[in-house]
């Protein structure tokens, strides 16, 4: 019997799809958690995440391993 090499990762994270850029100049799309401003302009399509909500979604959504 031969042993795979290969190493299992046992958090599999998906692939983030493209971020948006920060916009310039306003009007900014608001936090869906929050309602506060971010950074990113108000036509941005999807989830919208202020940079604090946004660092505390990584937090949550880490693996703990």
Do not use: H
């Amino acid at each position: 019997m031969t042993e795979s090499t290969e190493s299992t990762s046992y958090c599999v994270t998906p692939e983030p799809g493209p971020k948006p850029g920060p916009a310039t100049e306003g009007p900014f799309a608001a936090c869906v958690l929050c309602q506060e401003p971010t950074e990113y302009p108000e036509s941005t399509k999807g989830i919208t995440l202020c940079p604090v909500c946004e660092w505390r979604e990584a937090e949550r959504t880490a693996c703990s391993g």
